[in-house]
Nanobody
Framework: QVHLVESGGGLVQPGGSLRLSCAASGRTFSSYAMGWFRQAPGKEREFVAAIRWSGDSTYYADSVKGRFTISRDNAENTVYLQMNSLKPEDTAVYYC????????????WGQGTQVTVSS
């Protein structure tokens, strides 16, 4: 089990970029696949992107393919989400979590970080 803290959210105009960070505690961080999820107002939490422990395999929701990039730095116990070409529909609270082999989250949800895309 790991403790996760998300940061990097903010207000950005459509077409802009943000880089989210997820800082994790514990020696076992590198043992987990990690993922980003988001929840918009009135909507259920949805999958955004995932990365395996080695960093050599990544997965993305169709809605963000070609625009978002997930990466990790195991030495720094941090997972990143680079978000480019942001759209208003990307507005949501973004969360990170540890994942099972089938990319299902199994850790505790934290506070998340707010991303607002608006002109």
């Amino acid at each position: 089990q790991v403790h996760l803290v998300e940061s990097g959210g903010g207000l950005v105009q459509p077409g802009g970029s943000l880089r989210l960070s997820c800082a994790a505690s514990g020696r076992t961080f590198s043992s987990y696949a990690m993922g980003w999820f988001r929840q918009a107002p009135g909507k259920e939490r949805e999958f955004v992107a995932a990365i395996r422990w080695s960093g050599d395999s990544t997965y993305y929701a169709d809605s963000v393919k070609g625009r978002f990039t997930i990466s990790r730095d195991n030495a720094e116990n941090t997972v990143y989400l680079q978000m480019n070409s942001l759209k208003p529909e990307d507005t949501a609270v973004y969360y990170c979590n540890a994942l099972t082999g089938t990319l299902a989250p199994f850790g505790s949800w934290g506070q998340g970080t707010q991303v607002t895309v608006s002109s």
